[in-house]
């Protein structure tokens, strides 16, 4: 069985405290504007609310408006706190006030993935940055006083020479904002943003995919965007990554994936495999992925991914199961062809 979906920022970082606004009981959702009448939160508003609480959830984490923070190691296996969580990049984040314009400074990151997504009040990704240089963040380009700036830098999860020198490029990362103003949104309502959100949770299993719920005002719908709000907030737009997500329904065994030299993405793709309920099962071996810019190609360019048989040392690039395993495929900045279906990522073969 297949699944296409989006896999959102909340979901690709919730090993750090970002993961989920609703979920967290710890955090004071509505410390903004604590005196006073609530705003009932309602289909019109839902996602500003839902904004504003993921803002101020990062806030927590950076230490205030326009401070960046990097986590410099790959998902922890001891923090999984959603499933199918990413061990192909790092985050960096930092929530800045672009009402008096801002600049954004991305590093030369030669040749590696690099990107930073920039996310405003209405939850709208009006660009994704990839280039080097500094980059300006206006009001007039973003629409809201707020943004979300979101690095994601591709790491080897397994080298500590590889997440070292992505740890170096994301020293380099910087923010310079002409105003410092506090992020101070409306005192929402908690009560009917949980009611709310929970019925839009439920309708959202009823998506066929994603499409239309996440990129630029232009580029989604009202009701995708609104129900992408609730199950993915800050999901990138399908240009910017494709997800799939296999369950082969296979005893643990030896298996592979052949690869050919040229999939259709820009960046790179990556295979993740995870236990019955979906999260990485510690092993051994200390693999859970295999990307295209860290595996071992073959000598014609292609790749063997090998799932399974771990044992036999000459099964490169090989990640061990475990009961009811499953995997998600990652490509980014995938190629029209991927997006329509024409081109598709081949599947699981059994080996000898």
């Known amino acids: 069985m297949t699944k296409y979906f989006r896999f959102t920022l909340a979901l690709a970082v919730a090993a750090t405290p970002i993961a989920s606004w609703a979920d967290q009981p710890?955090?004071?959702?509505?410390?903004?504007?604590?005196?006073?009448?609530?705003?009932?939160?309602?289909?019109?508003?839902?996602?500003?609310?839902?904004?504003?609480?993921?803002?101020?959830?990062?806030?927590?984490?950076?230490?205030?408006?326009?401070?960046?923070?990097?986590?410099?190691?790959?998902?922890?296996?001891?923090?999984?706190?959603?499933?199918?969580m990413n061990r192909d990049t790092l985050y960096s984040f930092a929530v800045v006030d672009i009402s008096e314009g801002a600049k954004l400074v991305m590093p030369d990151a030669e040749g590696r993935y690099n990107s930073a997504m920039i996310v405003n009040e209405d939850e709208y990704i009006n660009k994704v940055?990839?280039?080097?240089?500094?980059?300006?963040?206006?009001?007039?380009?973003?629409?809201?006083?707020?943004?979300?700036?979101?690095?994601r830098t591709l790491v080897d999860s397994s080298d500590p020479a590889d997440i070292k020198k992505a740890n170096e490029l994301q020293d380099k990362f910087a923010i310079e904002a002409a105003s410092s103003?506090?992020?101070?949104?409306?005192?929402?309502?908690?009560?009917?943003?949980?009611?709310?959100?929970?019925l839009l949770l439920k309708v959202s299993n009823f998506m066929p995919n994603s499409e239309g719920a996440f990129g630029t005002r232009e580029d989604t719908n009202a009701t995708a965007h609104l129900l992408g709000a609730a199950f993915g907030w800050g999901g990138l737009p399908e240009k910017d990554a494709y997800y799939l997500t296999f369950n082969p329904k296979l005893p643990v065994g030896?298996?592979?994936?052949?690869?050919?030299?040229?999939?259709?993405?820009?960046?790179?793709?990556?295979?993740?495999?995870?236990?019955?309920?979906?999260?990485?099962?510690?092993?051994?071996?200390?693999?859970?992925?295999?990307?295209?810019?860290?595996?071992?190609?073959?000598?014609?360019?292609?790749?063997?991914?090998?799932?399974?048989?771990?044992?036999?040392?000459?099964?490169?690039?090989?990640?061990?199961?475990?009961?009811?395993?499953?995997?998600?495929?990652?490509?980014?900045?995938?190629?029209?062809?991927?997006r329509d279906g024409s081109w598709t990522f081949p599947g699981v073969e059994k080996s000898d």
């Not at 973003?142 to 943004?147: E, G, Q």
């Not at 103003?181 to 929970?198: A, F, I, Q, T, W």
């Not at 200390?286 to 799932?307: E, F, H, R």
């Open 129 to 151: 940055f990839y280039e080097p240089g500094t980059h300006d963040l206006t009001k007039e380009e973003f629409d809201t006083d707020y943004v979300l700036v979101a690095f």
């Open 254 to 338: 030896s298996y592979h994936i052949e690869v050919p030299k040229d999939v259709p993405v820009k960046a790179f793709w990556s295979v993740s495999v995870y236990n019955k309920n979906g999260f990485f099962e510690k092993n051994s071996k200390g693999t859970y992925n295999i990307n295209s810019q860290s595996g071992q190609k073959n000598a014609d360019g292609s790749m063997t991914v090998n799932l399974g048989g771990c044992e036999d040392a000459s099964r490169v690039n090989c990640i061990p199961l475990t009961d009811g395993w499953n995997y998600t495929v990652r490509l980014y900045r995938p190629d029209s062809s991927i």
């Open 181 to 198: 103003k506090p992020y101070s949104p409306p005192n929402y309502d908690e009560k009917s943003y949980e009611e709310l959100r929970d």
């Open 26 to 84: 710890n955090v004071d959702r509505m410390s903004a504007h604590l005196a006073g009448q609530t705003i009932p939160v309602n289909i019109n508003n839902y996602v500003r609310a839902e904004t504003a609480g993921q803002f101020e959830r990062i806030l927590k984490m950076t230490g205030g408006i326009n401070k960046l923070r990097s986590f410099r190691e790959p998902t922890p296996l001891d923090k999984q706190s959603v499933i199918r």
